[in-house]
């Protein structure tokens, strides 16, 4: 068994201010898809300066933040938010969900892309390839807060998380997801993007790898304990949230390279 590190969720303390590294890994996450969609940029289109930039990375921003916490309370604690709404600001502790970030996401890009003038789907498959960047350091986020973790295992590799009133040697599930949502999943994305691709297709390919990789992340990882599996002993939240994303996913693949779609430049 491996011993958890035990990291101060509190990075930096001023006085009364106290900097979490929740919220630096969400800054890092910005700031990586920042730098690497600026490296990318003139290849998407020339005509884009670092001001679109910034405002793109603003709205995307705004959306991951917004959705994530709207969407973790709706999908995973409602109760808990209705009985006290002071809980929502308290974003230091955690309660993000991917899926409403997701949403928050499409909805930003959607309005970036209409007041620019360019395609939906182009701006998607732009900022997919980057999103990687934000889903690893969050997943890092989630160890150093002990949250998330995993089923009881007796791996050599488990850990006893300080948060675990049980007290279990534990599969380290956040750092599963951080070498597959995270490190996987970037490089899948980056290196097919680096080539033409009809439209739709690389954010297609992003639905149906982070689908398959948190689907199958969810058989170790512990289910939230207010809402526990919903179906069969096995089926958790998570997993109805993804399986909707991997048929899509594979959906909009298919529809881009059936109609050819409008190839893309190479963005290497």
Known sequence: MLAYPQIDPVALSLGPIQIHWY??????????????ASRRVNAF????????????VFWVALG?????????????DLASYVNDPALILQVWKGGMSFHGGLLG???????????????FFEVMDFAAP????????????????????GKATDLPWAMVFPTDPLQLARHPSQLYQFAMEGVALFIILWLYSAKPRPTMAVSGLFGVCYGIFRFLAEFV????????????????????????????????????????????????
């Open 221 to 268: 990882r512990e289910p939230d304990a207010h809402l526990g599996y919903l179906a069969f002993g096995w089926v958790t939240m998570g997993q109805v949230l993804s399986l909707p994303m991997i048929l899509i996913g594979a959906a909009m693949m298919a529809w881009a390279y059936r109609n050819g779609g409008v190839k893309r430049e190479t963005v290497s």
């Open 45 to 56: 289109d020339p005509s884009w300066n670092s001001e679109k930039l910034s405002d793109l």
């Open 105 to 119: 996401v499409l909805l930003a890009v959607w309005w970036f892309a209409r007041r620019n003038g360019k395609r």
């Open 64 to 76: 991951v933040i917004a959705g994530g916490r709207v969407g973790y309370i709706l999908f995973y």
């Open 23 to 36: 919220g630096l890994m969400y800054l890092i996450g910005i700031g990586g898809a920042w730098w690497l």
């Open 130 to 149: 980057m999103v990687p960047i934000g889903l690893g350091a969050g997943r890092i986020g989630n160890f150093i807060n002990a949250e998330l973790w």
